[in-house]
């Protein structure tokens, strides 16, 4: 089952993807974020792990599994019978704009299930993520 969520961004591709991939700052950018900490020492690159923490859920770990600089971003994470994957596709747009899709897919024998119930709070919290990197956007440093 895959949800998705889509929003232009009022920066360009190069600025979205500094944002994206400055994990400690999730919690700042999103509230769908409360906690994020890094588990692997050194840059973050495929492999990677973070524990992240997000609200009503438990804890959870997530790893990176693909990085295409200016692109995509994703990472996955799994529970008993269900593997979700999380992806950001960052599209450059004309006038120094960028599409942000995010998505997250869920797989394995409860992913039917789960899909039934989380279907509109996943795709809820995809679109308070998307608004949230929208806002942060506004003011975001171009150089970090």
Known sequence: ???KNTKVMPV???????MTMDLDALPELSPTFSSIEALDPGRVQVGSRFKLKQPGQGERIWTITAIEPLERFQWQTS??????VATHVLTP?????????????LSGWAAG???RFLRKPIGRALQRENDG??????TWPTTN
């Open 79 to 84: 529970a008993t019978g269900l593997t979700i």
């Open 1 to 3: 089952m895959l949800i």
């Open 12 to 18: 360009g591709v190069e600025v979205l993807w500094d």
């Open 93 to 105: 747009l004309p006038s120094d704009q960028s599409r942000n899709q995010l998505s997250v897919e």
């Open 113 to 115: 299930l789960v899909g």
């Open 133 to 138: 990197f929208y806002q942060a956007s506004k």
